[in-house]
């Protein structure tokens, strides 16, 4: 059987190339003999998620699958060796050390490669490009040692980039030739609605300056601007854009495009030579290189049907995209430039959407910031429902087109198969119900199985309803949470058990007898605590305060406990550990039980984010009884204030 079987060649591993591996192991397990040829010294790796990396995570964990898959879908992976030239006369393949690979059949998936323009000093130590996993841990490395950087390329990549060295407390800027950011998605107006967000995360973005070149003076990096003063910084990274990786298929006689990069498919994803396929960043069918990974993953689903004898066809793919802009929310749909249409605009606070409307249909749409009801927007879109006068005024009162109680919006249920609830990976509703019947149940096994939800992730909380998932999201900053919350509780706990002592103990604990009988002393610990109170109060109100909802959710949590843990500090010097009568009993009482509540509710989240599927709905209804406790106390405490206040100084 294993003469039999026909030999292929896939020359490039990365979430293209082996997205095209896991789906011809599905569809025709024992027809080909098959040889992986990567560049890189390890398997196949998220490279959506690269930018982690800088903050500190490992790079295996981008790993998409281990050696033992390849190895149990009898898959040979040769890494480290690329493909460096194609005899198509001899169908071999020749790679970098020399080993020769004949092939029946053979597919290109080398991706793209970054672009950097012919300009000066692009070679210099501390500027780098940014693409593969090698060029972020160097990037990284850079990171650790230097106090700013600038960023090169203000689209989705560049800004992702600089928004990540920016939180390393790293000067950040962000240089783009455009009159705005992220040009091809967005227009002016939306952009300057992420551009303001972005910059309130700490990165400087300069729009329409054209970087002329690097020089290095000095130990210092200067990047040369035209019409503008030079930035000095100690890194700079290019995250310009990309262009097909063609030049393999270039040298081997196979039709590219010369002007704008890629190689020629038809339909079925075949070259100039009908024993080669071209798929993913290095393919251009129609004229088209999409450059993202939906479209890319389609590629692979249909090259591997192809060659499993299907009549699979690639007729070109929607470039709307749904994308997390550096933490921000942005999607394109459809057609948004249309220049018969009208544009519906809805905007408040942080939040533009606009419709594109070619006589009561929708054709195009895009918004920043989040929208739940987006889905139900698409597919109206897809099928051409017509809108009324009143669902586009609705619209530009409310944001939404139609009412919270409208099905089209509160369930998800009558979706059709074809309708696509990712759009980064391009996955209907159908494909996600199929896995669900194969015994997928979890976000993990569906975006194992289909990608979704893998990329952006914005898409997470449709599928979550869809197959039932109530596992928890992950907790950020979960171990400085739980840490701050203990050391609430333990402070509750330690104020409680030496409360008995009160202030007759000599030794370590008598200056906290003297400043408590100084007058000057209790009124300032006083004052802080009133102001700690108030400030803990304001921080409740986070969700209706506009203000407060731009922070990002993981600090104001960590701060919050933080705040709560320190309280206790300035009310035992406050007290002196006296328990104290009536109105004053009650008030400690109530303190105490506002950090104790508000340290466990910490404990309960930060433990959350690993507990497994069947703990998430006593956690859940634990939280909520803690909260509910949490907002009792909280709300009593400052009535409680005034009447001390108003007792300690008039009475």
Known sequence: M??????????????????????????APDRYRTTVFAEEE??????????????????????????????????????????????RRRRVAVSSSGREAPYDRLVVATGAEPVVPAMPGCDLPGVITYRTATDVLTARLHARRCSSAAVLGGGLLGLEVAKALAEMGIETYAIEAANHIMPRQLDALSADLVHEQIERSGVRIAVQRRVLGVRSEAHCLFVDLLDSPPIAVDLVVFAIGVRPRDKLARASGLVVDDRRGGIAVDDHLVTSDPRIMAIGDCARHAGIAYGLVG???????????RLAGGAASFTGTDPSCR???????VAALGDCGDADARQVVYQEGEVRRTLTVRGQCIVGVRCVGPWPSLIAIERAMAEKRPLGHGDLQRFTRSGDVWTDGDPEVTTIRGYGDTATVCHCAHVTFGQVRGEMARGCCTLATIGAATGAGTVCGTCRPLLAQLCGDRSPAPVRARWPLLVASLLALAGVGAFIGLTPLKVQLDGPLDWLSQFWRDSAGKKMSGFILVGASGLVLV????????????TSLTWFRLFHAVIGALTLAVLLAHTGLHV??????LLLV??????????????????????????????????SWLMGGHWLFLWLLPVLIAFHVIAAFYF
Not at 323 to 329: I, Q, R, S, T, Y
């Open 2 to 27: 294993k003469s039999q079987r026909q030999k292929l060649i896939v020359v490039g591993n990365g979430m293209v190339g082996f997205r095209f591996c896991r789906e011809l192991a599905q569809c």
């Open 590 to 623: 109530t303190f105490l039980g506002v950090v104790a509540t508000g340290g466990m509710v910490g404990v309960v989240t930060a433990s959350s984010g690993r507990a497994g599927a069947a703990s998430v709905a006593a956690l859940r209804r634990a939280r």
């Open 42 to 87: 390890r398997p196949a790796y998220d490279r959506i998620h690269l930018t982690s990396v800088l903050h500190g995570r490992r790079i295996e964990d981008l790993t998409l699958a281990p050696r033992s898959w390849y190895q149990h879908n009898r898959v040979e992976l040769v890494l480290g060796d690329p493909i460096v030239s194609i005899d």
């Open 580 to 585: 104290g009568n009536h109105l004053n009993r």
């Open 323 to 329: 994308l997390n802009v550096a933490g921000v929310e």
């Open 295 to 305: 479209p890319g993953y389609q590629m692979a689903r249909v090259a591997a049907d």
């Open 539 to 550: 921080l409740s109100l986070r969700k209706r305060l506009r203000l407060l909802r731009r």
